[in-house]
């Protein structure tokens, strides 16, 4: 919406900077990060007064979780919504179609999990809506996502899959696009929600993905940018990075409240949103493939759960001694600081080689 200033501007005056995103993805920043300083804490304390009990803890997890974790609120994502979706309308240009694209898709998902940890503090358990409801509402949401995609990108591109690294090679997947669209945003935002176990640990690698998937959007969105890396140019994309710096301030100021040990859990409002915003952002640039890269944290969660569901079913046996992966390595004695710290570094170390796909040829 500010964005509009510039048209108070003769070109060289402080409105012309409204005109460029990187100074207006500073200000959603800015603005996301001090809105979740200012309302943190009161929707923390409302949280508690309402749904005194907190999230529900499940009782075949970690045993010391019961003990540490019981009575700390959910549904914080909230915070991270309100925040996100407020700096967004406040910054980017919403002329845009991606912006709503990726919007959308978040505030969707992100009613879907409030919905889901409704259910369960209102019944003061951990089963929420039926899986089935919330697999077949995001595939839906997905689907609206996929077809926008499908007539937003230009016809060179419309309906292609690229390739990293691979930089001429495009495969034209037709109206299989769509469902191929539904599968890489609803796996994201599930994989997120597997990852949110522990304090802290979905948070940051959601950012350090967002960050990259951020830069990612900002230089397919410049053609001189896509000419000097050799990628495809999606002109409109580069909006999004003021999207990605919202979601960042947002996370911080939530993480802020997050950390462990965690005063409130952003709960199935927040990791689906912010998991869907993922799949969503990497579908709108045309780096699905990068995003498995980039998220590959969120990969791994969701294979381990996979793996020891098909194995167990199988077999009888477990091949993690505690599905998702976290909880393993917290079965073999790491700390939670250390699962949530190393995890952090691994998100870090994928999310630079995300990037270098950029380059690479």
Do not use: C
């Not at 499940?58 to 540490?68: K, L, N, S, Y």
């Amino acid at each position: 919406m500010l964005f509009w200033l510039n048209e108070l501007s003769d070109g060289g005056d402080f409105f012309n900077l409204f005109r460029y995103i990187t100074f207006r993805a500073g200000g959603a920043f800015f603005t996301a990060l001090i809105f979740g300083f200012i309302f943190g804490r009161p929707l923390i304390n409302a949280l508690r007064r309402k749904y005194s009990n907190g999230q529900p803890i499940r009782e075949d997890g970690p045993a010391h979780h019961i003990t540490t974790k019981s009575g700390t609120p959910t549904m914080g994502g909230l915070l991270i919504l309100a925040a996100l979706t407020l700096s967004t309308l406040l910054w980017a240009r919403l002329d845009n179609i991606y912006v709503w694209m990726v919007l959308g898709v978040t505030v969707a998902f992100g009613l879907v999990g409030f919905a889901d940890d409704w259910a369960k503090v209102s019944r003061n358990n951990t089963k929420g809506v039926s899986g089935k409801v919330r697999l077949a509402i995001g595939f839906l949401i997905a689907a609206v996502a996929g077809i926008v995609a499908v007539y937003a990108h230009p016809d060179e591109l419309s309906a292609q899959l690229a390739m990293p690294v691979f930089k001429d090679v495009l495969i034209n997947m037709g109206w299989f696009f769509v469902p191929f669209s539904m599968i890489v945003i609803v796996g994201s935002a599930n994989a997120v929600n597997l990852t949110d176990g522990l304090d802290g640990l979905a948070i940051m690698p959601v950012m350090i993905a967002a960050g990259t998937l951020g830069v990612i959007a900002y230089a397919v969105g410049r053609v001189d940018f896509t000419e000097y890396l050799d990628v495809h140019y999606v002109p409109g994309t580069g909006e999004l990075l003021v999207f990605t710096a919202g979601l960042i301030g947002g996370g911080l100021g939530f993480l802020w409240y997050n950390a462990p040990p965690a005063a409130v859990f952003m709960g199935d409002t927040g990791s689906l949103a912010l998991g869907g915003a993922l799949g969503a952002i990497a579908v709108a640039t045309k780096h699905e493939i990068v995003l498995a890269i980039v998220g590959g944290l969120f990969v791994a969660e969701a294979l381990s759960v996979i793996i020891q569901v098909l194995y167990f079913k199988s077999t009888g046996k477990r091949v993690f001694l505690m599905a998702p992966i976290h909880h393993h390595f917290e079965k073999k004695g790491w700390a939670e600081p250390q699962v949530v710290i190393r995890f952090w570094i691994i998100s870090l170390i994928l999310a630079l080689i995300g990037l270098a796909t950029l380059k690479l040829r």
